[in-house]
């Protein structure tokens, strides 16, 4: 079942029940995971690695580099990893997918044949019970068990009022994934998304040792030299017309900064400083010369409806569109405004 | 009287009962005001205005663009102002200088001849009643009432605490300007004095119908086109020695930006983003050809003391030097690291 649910956040009890019901959990969630992906998926696991079940934490790529820091993170396996350690899907009797509603999102329509994959699919296919846990706009109807609230800034507060509502006892730990997971979704408490539900678990979390600056340095300003470079490579592509700014990375520029895609992040956000600035676009592109284009908006726009012109997805206020444009025509003549 | 508060921001009795039984308020902040600055002023002057009392609002410098946006912020005068139209210091009761604690703040130290500062002078050494709500560490003993709390966030935060002290209601336009001065003082909640009892007050706020992201925008995404290529300049100058970086404004690149030094709010901060940078300084030239130094510290560097040997002073983690370093000499050596 699917409920919207106002700023007191109330899991649906048969997610809660299902939760303390069941005893052997993998946890997935969406490829190239953000900070709200993952330490949702932690502070889960934490919660019920306390009531005595067994977690194991799936993604399909690392960690990125400024999420090193959360606690636990070195518990995330990939499904190679999976299937290296000799376990095996059969063995779980949950899978829980957070921050995503769809399969897709946790990596399984990717074409590389990884046994894992092979083998969640088909456990999919034969009913394998499946809670989702999200608070993205798009919805298909996955799941046994759904809690999706777009009108909640990150899917780690829905995480945090389910653990609460299962009797766990909130650590430090588990803590601190929470408020990063909230602070990347958030921009640290800037994008409209953040309402006073938000800074009242905020409060909570730092009653519980959370620091804020700690945080913050870890999750946005732990730009490595070749990040830093490769951003003031990016700040030097800025094009603008009108309200719209435009800002372009391509695989050479990687390459010199020995850096990747996930180092991007945020730099979208930059000409946003600007007063005039309604929309921003930062076309990156992919080793197949294909383009990728992240989107943000602030105020009345919504980018999430342009991205999905592009097959892509996202919020209100940040978005991206597939892969779609080839280098050299449609790619390049966006980049110049035509 | 000067107190130490602990999170539950409680002010002094004396204070609230000068603030209740006065009826006439000089409101004053420091020069080249910033959002904590402005907005704990303008939250103070609603709160007694609904109390039937009168203030004038003063400052030394016009409110930069990036504030224009907070409610009441028309009623400031400059002294020039305060003369010109014809009214008196002698006419008001109390003194209230709000987030600084020194006459010279407020800009009695000006060696401009300006009537209203030669009346507020005399106005003091004959014993003018005034009252400091402050947060600042710098202490010298001014003052009847003193609140100075060092380890409270913002001056807002007081402000807010003695407000709602007092009584009065909190209207949507006094929590605009609170939550601005917050805003403004934690770096959007990203300081290490973001604490709980910040997180508290910005919830409540919210409720009083503060919008997040319409702030954000206001105080930290208003830059002109001209602040903008300005900032671009200094991100230019930027030059990086171990785990600090220093970048260089001009007189110059103000010129050729139309320009001027409350438009660098911010700049200093941007090579935070590296994870190895712990020091940042912006170097900033004056017309007269010497140099004052901004500088930020992440983590453990009190970079208070390091402008205190320049005669400056501020926060731990945030300080500004006095104009001491010569073009061509002490300021260039120093932007070269000797």
Same mark, same amino acid.
């Given at each position: ?165 299962? #009797? =766990?006892?909130? @650590?430090?730990? +588990?803590?601190? /994934? *929470?408020?990063?997971?909230? &602070? %990347? ?47 003031? #490579? =990016?700040?030097? @592509?800025?094009? +603008?017309?009108? /309200? *719209?700014?435009?800002?372009? &990375? %391509? ?47 602030? #105020? ?39």
């Amino acid at each position: 079942m699917s409920r919207q649910i106002g700023p007191k956040l109330l899991p649906p009890p048969e997610l809660v029940e299902a939760l303390l019901s069941r005893d052997n959990f993998l946890i997935a969630t969406h490829v190239n995971p953000d900070g709200d992906a993952i330490g949702s998926c932690l502070a889960l696991s934490d919660a019920l690695n306390s009531l005595g079940k067994k977690c194991v934490l799936l993604d399909k790529h690392p960690i990125p580099a400024q999420y090193l820091f959360l606690p636990g993170q070195d518990k995330f396996e990939t499904f190679e990893a999976f299937n290296a350690s000799g376990k095996k899907i059969a063995d779980f009797d949950t899978l829980v997918m957070v921050d995503c509603n769809h399969p897709d999102r946790i990596g399984l329509s990717t074409k590389e044949l990884i046994p894992a994959i092979e083998e969640l699919k088909r456990a999919l296919a034969g009913g394998m019970f499946t809670v989702v846990i999200d608070h993205h706009q798009t919805e298909n109807g996955f799941g046994n068990i759904r809690w999706i609230s777009p009108e909640t800034a990150a899917t780690g507060m829905l995480v945090y009022a389910a653990i609460k509502k299962m #009797g =766990v006892t909130i @650590t430090q730990a +588990i803590a601190k /994934n *929470i408020y990063t997971a909230i &602070v %990347t979704d958030t921009g640290n408490f800037r994008f409209d998304n953040t309402n006073a539900e938000v800074f009242r678990v905020a409060a909570e979390l730092i009653d519980y040792g959370v620091s804020s600056s700690e945080t913050y340095e870890n999750a946005f300003e732990s730009y490595s030299g070749g990040r830093f470079r490769l951003f003031l #490579g =990016v700040i030097g @592509t800025l094009w +603008i017309d009108g /309200n *719209i700014a435009v800002s372009t &990375v %391509t695989t050479k520029m990687f390459e010199e900064t020995s850096t990747a895609a996930d180092d991007t992040e945020a730099f979208v956000s930059f000409p946003m400083l600007m007063k005039d600035i309604r929309i921003a676009m930062l076309i990156r592109e992919l080793k197949d010369g294909t383009c990728k284009v992240s989107l943000r908006s602030k #105020g009345a726009i919504d980018v999430a409806r342009v991205a999905e012109q592009f097959n892509g997805g996202g919020h209100k206020n940040a978005a991206e569109s597939k892969p779609v444009w080839q280098r050299q025509s449609a790619c390049c003549s966006k980049s110049s405004g035509k």
